[in-house]
């Protein structure tokens, strides 16, 4: 299940599902210790009325619609019941000065009669995702409130109606000895207003609400996050004293601010694309966690299928989103980055698979020893090559010295360094680490690629801190690299780039797989002219492999690419990626016209809201979660600005 609605201060994160409820809510860190990871944890919304409750989640008569109408990450979901004649309109924001999560719920009558309705507030938390069922939640008379806690996290959830708090509240157990959840408490539209209970609890607000014929109430509703009660409690005090309204319009300013170098750019842009062009900047901004992580994605659909999520800091997918942020000039985000990707570096010099958002090291499937038997860093090179490359195109858009100062010798160097001397002897290429898909333990041409890139940057990098040495060693590494890709890499049977290419026996073993990332990391990072041969043949091979005969189609990432794939045709799901990827090779050999088709084809693809998933099912059109996917959003927005900017 996707999340049309996403939103985020850098601190509590949430995200809201396809009928408008909390199904993801981080705290303290974006992406990690998700306190409502699970289906049963999501956050249900009733309305009691003529004598029976519905809830969004169960009453397939509600229907959903998904915005972001203020330029803010401030969402819009609309729920309509044509039988009920209700209208749910729920405006949410966490706010961008406190850690809480504002719903404003505009409830509308459709019917020309007056009438009595129930609102229902359920929630439900595995705090820190306990499993140990150790949570308490307790009814807080005199601050009108229900406080959710374990540990060094708690929860305050209140609201108001014309002024007045909750008038009824439950609190109970879910999903043990039992119970199902404290929601069935509403059943009869009644609540107990039992106080306490601990282990796996879960608990539900009541509102009583009068609605004239065809007319509408408002009831304002927050969840107030702290790092211990007292925390939580004074935010929820904040909320209280100067009301929802003024900490939304808040919200909304702060995002306008944020929002004024990238509006420069959508002024320049197509009618049609300005608004997913904002919305997309908001996505990346909403996966950075204050202390500097970019998380990958942090809809945790993926456990649905899989053993882990995708809530965690790649480095190569945090240097592709930081990547048009430093284009459009932001300081602060790309800064606190390479922070981050400084404090996990390791003394080898090189960063690892992934990151935790509080920098630890994340989950891996990659051993020390390979199938080959070899021994070395279970890594992919091109996370470390991307980070140093995209670090010297900071540099080189401010200039300032107090960047060298801060990272060129703690992190450009060993970086340089660990990539210079990473080097096969027999080959000239780089050794074998994974991929940038995380598959196959070899030389990918990807990862060649941007190494030499990133030595280039590096030497530049070099001169500017006046150490001629490096400069030049570290370009001369660059050229090998280069050099030992055109003699090696190129397939002249299939006109086309190897995928990849590893020692067997003492021999250089090519796989001839047309691969995405080979042609496009090529063309990106010049370790082929953009007007060679081999690039142009190599292009042409790919659409031909893909049956590319129109900029109305997707591109998978390799041929017969099984991930996720299950119309059993061969081709492999169409990647967001991949496809805008062949958009901007358009755009750097001047195919404006193409480029653009190839924009609008993949923009159709998104959610109402803007989002934009890993890869959309070539049969159904439907996309396939995790959604968003921040790589996605982020090569949507650098192909945006390549069409009014230099390429890179």
């Known amino acids: 299940m996707a999340r049309p609605i996403i939103l985020s201060n850098g601190e509590l994160h949430i995200g809201l599902n396809t009928f408008g409820l909390v199904h993801d809510f981080y705290y303290p860190y974006v992406g990690l210790e998700n306190h409502s990871a699970g289906e049963n944890l999501r956050h249900k919304i009733g309305i009691w009325i003529d004598g029976s409750v519905s809830w969004?989640?169960?009453?397939?008569?509600?229907?959903?619609?998904?915005?972001?109408?203020?330029?803010?990450?401030?969402?819009?979901?609309?729920?309509?019941?044509?039988?009920l004649g209700i209208v749910l309109e729920l405006e949410d924001c966490i706010a961008t000065d406190v850690s809480v999560f504002l719903r404003n719920i505009h409830i509308i009558n459709l019917l020309p009669t007056e009438r009595d309705i129930r609102l229902f507030m359920h929630q439900a938390f595995a705090i820190g995702d306990s499993r140990s069922h150790t949570d308490t939640a307790q009814y807080l008379p005199n601050s009108d409130a229900i406080l959710h806690y374990r540990g060094h996290r708690a929860f305050v959830i209140s609201g108001q109606y014309n002024n007045q708090p909750f008038d009824q509240h439950s609190i109970g157990l879910f999903g043990i000895e039992g119970h199902e959840g404290t929601y069935k408490d509403a059943d009869?539209?009644?609540?107990?207003?039992?106080?306490?209970?601990?282990?796996?609890?879960?608990s539900v607000l009541r509102f009583m609400v009068h609605l004239d014929a065809q007319g509408s109430q408002r009831v304002h509703y927050w969840i107030a996050a702290g790092e211990s009660t007292r925390d939580a409690l004074s935010v929820?005090?904040?909320?209280?004293d100067d009301g929802l309204v003024a900490h939304m319009q808040a919200t909304a300013a702060w995002w306008k601010t944020w929002l004024e170098p990238a509006q420069s750019y959508a002024a320049k842009l197509p009618s049609q694309q300005k608004e997913l062009f904002i919305e997309s900047i908001m996505v990346l901004k909403s996966q950075m966690d204050n202390h500097g992580a970019v998380i990958a994605s942090t809809d945790t659909s993926m456990l649905n299928y899989s053993r882990d999520t995708y809530a965690y800091c790649w480095p190569r997918d945090g240097a592709n989103v930081i990547w048009p942020l430093v284009r459009m000039g932001y300081t602060t985000e790309p800064r606190k980055f390479f922070e981050f990707c400084l404090r996990g570096l390791h003394p080898g010099g090189y960063l690892m698979h992934k990151y935790r958002a509080d920098g630890a090291l994340g989950s891996s499937w990659h051993p020390y020893v390979h199938a080959d038997g070899s021994v070395s860093a279970p890594i992919q090179e091109d996370e470390t090559a991307l980070v140093l490359y995209v670090f010297g195109e900071f540099y080189q858009a401010h200039k300032d010295p107090e960047i060298l100062k801060q990272f060129y010798k703690t992190m450009v160097v060993p970086m340089a360094d660990f990539l210079a001397d990473f080097i096969d002897e027999g080959s000239g290429l780089p050794k074998p680490s994974y991929d940038l898909w995380e598959e196959i333990y070899a030389t990918s041409t990807y990862t060649v690629a941007v190494t030499y890139a990133a030595l280039l940057a590096a030497s530049d990098l070099a001169t500017a801190s006046n150490d001629a040495e490096n400069a030049v060693r570290w370009r001369s590494a660059a050229n090998d690299i280069q050099y030992a890709a055109h003699k090696h890499l190129y397939n002249f049977e299939r006109k086309s780039l190897y995928k990849n290419a590893s020692v067997k026996d003492g021999l250089l073993v090519k796989d001839p797989t047309i691969d995405a990332s080979s042609i496009f990391g090529a063309y990106l990072f010049g370790l082929f002219a953009v007007d060679s041969e081999e690039l142009t043949n190599a292009v042409e091979s790919l659409k031909q492999a893909f049956n590319v005969t129109s900029n109305t189609t997707?591109?998978?990432?390799?041929?017969?690419?099984?991930?996720?794939?299950e119309d059993g045709t061969g081709v492999g799901n169409w990647w967001y990626i991949t496809t805008l990827w062949l958009?901007?090779?358009?755009?750097?050999?001047?195919?404006?016209?193409?480029?653009?088709?190839s924009i609008d084809w993949i923009t159709s693809m998104k959610m109402d809201t803007g989002m934009m998933a890993e890869q959309i099912n070539p049969t159904s059109r439907e996309q396939i979660s995790p959604a968003p996917l921040t790589w996605s959003h982020a090569e949507y927005v650098s192909t945006m600005l390549d069409t009014i900017t230099e390429p890179r």
């Open 56 to 83: 969004l989640d169960e009453d397939s008569n509600w229907s959903f619609e998904f915005r972001y109408p203020h330029e803010a990450l401030i969402g819009l979901t609309i729920a309509t019941n044509k039988t």
């Open 188 to 202: 009869d539209g009644e609540l107990s207003n039992s106080v306490v209970e601990h282990g796996k609890v879960d």
């Open 236 to 240: 929820h005090k904040q909320v209280k």
């Open 554 to 565: 997707g591109l998978p990432r390799y041929e017969d690419d099984n991930y996720r794939r």
């Open 583 to 597: 958009a901007q090779y358009y755009i750097g050999t001047g195919k404006i016209d193409d480029a653009m088709e």
